[in-house]
């Protein structure tokens, strides 16, 4: 079993980071049947727990068993492959159900920004007048995709990447537990590329655990080149470069996350200014300072042409 898989937190307690969010369900989980809302949207950047906390909130309801192959209450859909109106179609069709035990049915619609605009407006209904024993979560990178009128009947989560603190804790803990010595620049190293995201800390651990400390640091160097567009983009931020060329790159990176770019962005700045490179990188950590949820990629454009003006 992979470390991401074996060391996914299944209470609230075991969860690293995401404090904000952890303390609101736990205020929320100790109200009244009758006072626990029933749309919830968690938000954040990729492999920092969003899923991960939508499923723990269903086992706290009693609709979800991670031991369990059948979870007759929990329905969990990714959106980017059900993302249109008959989805929405056989949810209501299945909503009035009672749950085969216990008080709540949820329904987990990750990557819910990738739900049409009409899948979107038909979905409102239910959110706002979901039978009592309904629970709707829906996670998402993306919030700006969303409509302000499905955005405002959920009660809103926000994850965040967690700090060096807590992935470098994290990762020593499953070191200690899996009995394995990586280390301690090893594990800085590999904190640095995660950029607080304890998800990629643990897949990048997880490709180097049984490894000599040689053959680590080249398999961690290497994970580098997968994100090698963004990193030549902060080089070229760096060096004020011609916008065309900046241009050229922004292109293709359209289509990624641009919160994700974003937090990449800052990772490489930072560590620039750690070691006292290049003054530059703090005009560029300014100007990349607020997330980009709400203006999306147009945002990360726009912050890349301000950095070099």
Known sequence: MSLPIQYRPETLKEVYGCQ??????ESILKRSADEIPHAYLITGPSGCGKTTLARILASEL????????????YVELNSSDFRGIDTIRSIADNIHLSPTKGKYRVWLLDEAHQLTKQAQEAMLKYLEDAPSHVIFILCTTNPEKLT?????????????????????MLLNEI??????????????????KAL????????????IIDLSPKDMKQAITDYQSEEEQVFKLCQLLIKKAPWKEITA???QLENQDPEGLRRMILGYCKSVLLRGQNNRAACIIECFWEPLYDIGFPGLVFCCYQSIQ
């Open 148 to 168: 302000i009128t499905l955005k405002r009947r959920c009660t809103l989560l926000e994850v965040k990447p967690c700090s060096t603190d807590e992935i470098i």
């Open 62 to 73: 009693g609709a979800y068993d991670s031991h369990s192959k059948s979870n007759m209450n």
């Open 175 to 192: 070191c200690e537990s899996e009995g394995v010595k990586v280390p301690s620049n090893l594990i800085e190293l590999i904190e640095e």
């Open 196 to 207: 607080g995201s304890p998800g990629i800390a643990l897949q990048m651990l997880d490709k």
């Open 20 to 25: 904000a969010a952890v303390k609101v369900l």
């Open 249 to 251: 790159l922004l292109k």
